[in-house]
T-cell receptor
């Protein structure tokens, strides 16, 4: 089973709201990733967690706050977002953070910021 | 620095025709290469992966890709297109840090 689940599927929020995106995998993977994808563009890496520790932050604004409570779960906390943050947010996981490991993607959360 | 270039942001084929999606890469080290497919409003699904075991890689749904070191290419092919193949296709490369570098994507349209 190579399933990564994400909730919610859709999210609409105002610029003053606080919300969270959730990602879960039960494949025993030790690396997890957050990507942002704008329409008609490839995914852009935001964060990488390796063995539950943040290893890469691709200069993402502080209004996005990742959290990895355990090896199966990855959250992305959202606060004071801007309309330009509207996008598809994808979570992925891989066996470990070594090069060449396949990343398996979830279905994404489509976020609209009003 | 590494990069991936997908030639043709849109490719249109007739149902039953050959599908050819082009991908060229630049990498200072032997690359791991991937093709992913994304259907509308969905995440990315792995089609196939090159790991240097064989230059011709077979994937799901009848797709295959050939690694060509001299041309630094990893083109994706399928002998006969189906309507269900209409989607966005991404070629990607990753390195020792397992960070994926994506190409710009190619939208495949299949005409009946």
């Amino acid at each position: 089973d190579t399933e990564v689940t994400q909730t919610p599927k859709h999210l609409v929020m105002g610029m003053t709201n606080k919300k969270s995106l959730k990602c879960e995998q039960h494949m025993g993977h030790r690396a997890m990733y957050w990507y942002k994808q704008k329409a008609k563009k490839p995914p852009e890496l935001m964060f990488v967690y390796s063995y539950e520790k943040l290893s890469i932050n691709e200069s993402v604004p502080s209004r996005f706050s990742p959290e990895c409570p355990n090896s199966s779960l990855l959250n992305l906390h959202l606060h004071a977002l801007q309309p330009e943050d509207s996008a598809l947010y994808l979570c992925a996981s891989s066996q470990d953070p070594r090069g060449g490991e396949t990343q398996y993607f979830g279905p994404g959360t489509r976020l609209l910021v009003l | 620095a590494q990069s991936v270039t997908q030639l043709g942001s849109h490719v249109s084929v007739s149902e039953g025709a050959l599908v050819l999606l082009r991908c060229n890469y630049s990498s200072s080290v032997p690359p791991y290469l991937f093709w992913y497919v994304q259907y509308p409003n969905q995440g990315l699904q792995l089609l196939l992966k090159y790991t240097s075991a064989a230059t011709l890689v077979k994937g799901i749904n009848g797709f295959e890709a050939e690694f060509n070191k001299s041309e630094t290419s990893f083109h994706l092919t399928k002998p006969s297109a189906h309507m269900s193949d209409a989607a966005e296709y991404f070629c990607a490369l990753n390195n020792a840090g397992n960070m994926l570098t994506f190409g710009g994507g190619t939208r495949l349209m299949v005409k009946p």
